[in-house]
C-alpha cells in the first residue's frame, strides 16, 4: 500500500487518505501514479545491480472496474519495459466477487501478460473455494487479522494453517 510522506507531519498511512481519494475521484490518476513508479522503481533497482524482485500493487475497486484497466497495465508495462513477471496485482475478495464473469475475463487477460494476481486479505471477506478454482490466482496473502493473533488464538493458527494447506495443494503461494 502507498503511504505518504508529507512535510513536517510525517508518515501519513493509506487509511487515512485512500477514502478521500476515491470520494474526490482522484483514485484513478494515484493509482495509475503508484502502478508506473512501481514499475519504474523496479526497472531503476535492476538497472543498478539489484535482483529481480516483484512488486506488489493494491489494486482498489474502483481501479478495476474502470474501462481500459487491462490496457493501462499494459501500456505501463511497456512504457517502463518492466518484465510482467515481476508485477503482481493485489485485489480482494470482494472486488473479485464483483460480476464474476467480467471478474475472469480482466484476470485471465492479465494473467496473459504473465502478470501475478495475488487475493488480497485472503479469508475476511467472501471466500468462497469454488471461487478458487476459477480465478487464474497465484498468490493467497492471508488476512492480517488471523497473522496477528497466531501466537495467542489456538483457532487462528488453525485457520492460518488450513489455508497454507489450501494454498500449497492450489500450487498457490
Same mark, same amino acid.
Given at each position: 500500500l502507498i503511504r505518504w510522506q508529507k512535510p513536517g507531519h510525517g508518515w501519513v498511512y493509506p487509511t487515512d487518505f485512500i477514502g478521500v481519494a476515491e470520494d474526490s475521484g482522484l483514485i484513478v490518476p494515484l493509482s495509475k501514479w503508484v502502478l508506473a513508479q512501481a514499475c519504474r522503481q523496479a526497472c531503476a533497482w535492476q538497472a543498478a545491480g539489484l535482483p529481480r524482485l516483484c512488486m506488489s500493487v493494491n489494486v482498489s475497486a474502483i481501479d478495476f472496474r474502470q474501462?481500459?484497466?487491462?490496457?493501462?497495465i499494459e501500456?505501463?508495462?511497456k512504457q517502463t519495459g518492466l518484465d510482467p513477471s515481476l508485477l503482481e496485482l493485489e485485489?480482494?475478495?470482494?472486488?473479485?466477487?464483483q460480476n464474476v464473469d467480467a471478474t475472469v475475463t480482466a484476470l485471465n487477460r492479465i494473467k496473459a501478460m504473465g502478470v501475478r494476481l495475488? *487475493?488480497? @486479505?485472503?479469508g475476511t471477506g467472501y471466500s468462497s473455494l469454488s471461487y478458487l478454482r476459477r480465478f487464474p490466482i497465484d498468490v493467497l496473502k492471508i488476512d492480517q487479522?488471523?497473522?496477528?493473533?497466531?501466537?495467542?488464538? *489456538?483457532? @487462528?493458527?488453525?485457520?492460518?494453517?488450513a489455508i497454507i494447506s489450501l494454498g500449497k495443494s492450489l500450487k498457490l503461494t
Open positions: 474501462r481500459g484497466f487491462v490496457e493501462g501500456q505501463v508495462l485485489i480482494t475478495e470482494g472486488v473479485l466477487m495475488a *487475493i488480497d @486479505d485472503f487479522s488471523f497473522i496477528r493473533g497466531l501466537s495467542r488464538d *489456538i483457532n @487462528d493458527a488453525a485457520l492460518v494453517s
